[in-house]
């Protein structure tokens, strides 16, 4: 049974990132899309990693939650815990790690000799990490139906994020097939989270509301600390809160009918 939710994180978080290289193609075959397009799309990534936050591992973390305790206070504290936890765990390895922003530049540790696309791409492997460490955590305790909807959410969410990360190396003058090349790469990373995530929650049940829940606190770390700084751009925020609703509902309407 470990085996195979450990399997089922591996595949499932796999497929969610091929849909960053799916996104990244246009921009290889057609070059980099309106301001307004880039937008819309990465506000509707964050709508998208927003409603699997709450659909696909806060509510069912607090349904897991049972399994420690029956109290409601206990319950919500546990989830609590695991939300901060989650964030504070990005939040620390932000500090840590050296990384650059396509809007808003460098952060964490000193930059020293590391190249500029260096930067980028350890940026954007810090933000795919959780995305595939939730589809693993998902597949825990063998509930296919959520693992599916979410690795089809962060994987549909993946497309427009593709297709904004290589618009942006775009921009700052790296070639198509570069711009292509490390956007598909770092959604390769997603795997990793995702075995690493599933490995976790199948040790014992009692680690399934933890590992749930910090996913999700994770996830809301990279929404408001990264995605959603991106769209308020001069003149198209509103762009980025419209690709955010409609996400949003997508992927909630995902999380119902599927999981």
């Not at 990132?17 to 290889?28: E, F, K, N, R």
Request: negative net charge; hydrophobic residues 55%.
């Amino acid at each position: 049974m470990t085996d195979s939710i450990i399997w089922m994180g591996f595949v499932g978080s796999l497929l969610a990132g091929l849909g960053t290289s799916l996104g990244a193609l246009p921009a290889l075959i057609f070059g980099r899309p309106g301001e307004r397009v880039e937008t819309i799309m990465l506000g509707f990534a964050a709508g998208v990693m927003l409603a699997a936050s709450i659909f696909s591992l806060i509510i069912p973390g607090l349904d897991a939650a049972t399994i420690i305790s029956d109290s409601e206070n206990i319950r919500a504290l546990i989830v609590v815990c695991g939300i901060l936890t989650g964030g504070a765990a990005i939040w620390i390895i932000h500090q840590l790690a050296p990384h650059e922003h396509f809007i808003s530049g460098p952060e964490g540790a000193e930059r020293r000799n590391i190249s500029r696309i260096w930067l980028f791409i350890i940026a954007i492997t810090l933000h795919n990490f959780p995305e595939g460490m939730a589809v693993g955590v998902g597949f825990g305790g063998g509930d296919v139906a959520n693992g599916r909807a979410l690795a089809l959410g962060i994987g549909i969410q993946n497309i427009p994020e593709g297709l904004a990360v290589a618009a942006a190396m775009l921009s700052l003058g790296y070639s198509r097939l570069r711009a292509f090349s490390v956007a598909s790469l770092t959604g390769l990373v997603e795997p990793i989270g995702g075995v690493l995530g599933a490995s976790v929650v199948s040790i014992s049940e009692i680690l399934l509301p933890l590992g749930l829940t910090f996913a999700a606190g994770a996830m809301l770390w990279v929404i408001s600390d990264e995605i959603i700084p991106e769209t308020h751009r001069k003149g198209v925020a509103g762009f980025g809160t419209v690709g955010i609703m409609i996400g949003f509902v997508a992927m909630m309407y995902l999380d119902v009918t599927l999981g």
